[in-house]
């Protein structure tokens, strides 16, 4: 299973762009990278997934370079509402499955 | 789309006592769901892996006799915690694989079980 690397915190202020990278050197060719985002006492919510290059939805992109061994959530101008712990995870993948491991995440604080 | 439920969302039961907790795939048909638990400020830790038709795969540690999983159709799987004690106390998670190109997990909101 690949493991997955992320800073444990992050601080940032309200208007700010926030940039969250995750290293992933043993990613599988099959592997997906998917980003969830976390409140306290709820569940993960996806936010993104993507393969290789760049993917962008209406909330966030995701930045993903031919190695494939790293990835970086950009989250546009962000507020209060943001903070919470992200989580990047690799796996999952069409015609098999590879289970879902989550590593520790970065709590994002952003502040006023 | 892709929207996963939890039933209940908090429960208290005494010592001793089994609560079942039902996790259901509302918009779509999961052949495979997941089960978690969630300590306070920790990481979502894998308990099973649930499969319709099957038996359920238990991660190293969890106990199958304690942590019974029934996926009894492709929208519905549940989790009974048999004869609770207070260090069963968490935020038990599920989560159901949406079958496609990318086969992604969507999560349930959680259920916060408090054991007496």
């Known amino acids: 299973l690949a493991k997955t690397t992320q800073p444990i915190s992050m601080d940032s202020y309200e208007g700010q762009e926030v940039n969250i990278t995750c290293s992933h050197n043993?990613?599988?060719?099959?592997?997906?990278i998917t980003w969830y985002q976390q409140f306290p006492s709820q569940g993960p919510r996806f936010i993104i997934q993507?393969?290789?290059t760049k993917v962008t939805n209406e909330v966030a992109s995701l930045f993903i370079p031919a190695d494939r061994k790293s990835s970086t959530l950009s989250l546009p101008r962000v507020s209060l509402s943001d903070t919470a712990v992200y989580y990047c995870?690799?796996?999952?993948?069409?015609?098999?499955?590879?289970?879902?491991?989550f590593g520790a995440g970065t709590r994002l604080a952003v502040h006023p | 789309g892709a929207v996963v439920s939890q039933h209940p969302s908090r429960v208290i039961c005494k010592s001793g006592t089994s609560v079942k907790i039902e996790c259901r795939s509302l918009?779509?048909?999961?052949?495979?769901m997941f089960w978690y638990r969630q300590f306070p400020k920790q990481s979502l830790m894998l308990m099973a892996t649930?499969?319709?038709?099957?038996?359920?795969?238990?991660e190293q540690g969890v106990e199958k006799d304690k942590f019974l999983i029934n996926h009894a159709s492709l929208t519905l799987s549940t989790l009974t915690v048999t004869s609770a004690h207070p260090e069963d106390s968490s935020f038990y998670i599920c989560?159901?694989?949406?079958?496609?190109?990318?086969?992604?997990?969507?999560f349930g909101p959680g259920t916060r079980l408090t054991v007496l």
């Open positions: 989560s159901a694989r949406s079958q496609g190109n990318t086969d992604t997990q969507y």
């Open positions: 043993n990613i599988a060719t099959n592997d997906y």
């Open positions: 993507g393969y290789k």
């Open positions: 995870l690799v796996g999952g993948f069409s015609g098999g499955y590879n289970k879902l491991i």
């Open positions: 918009d779509f048909q999961a052949t495979t």
């Open positions: 649930s499969n319709e038709g099957s038996k359920a795969t238990y």
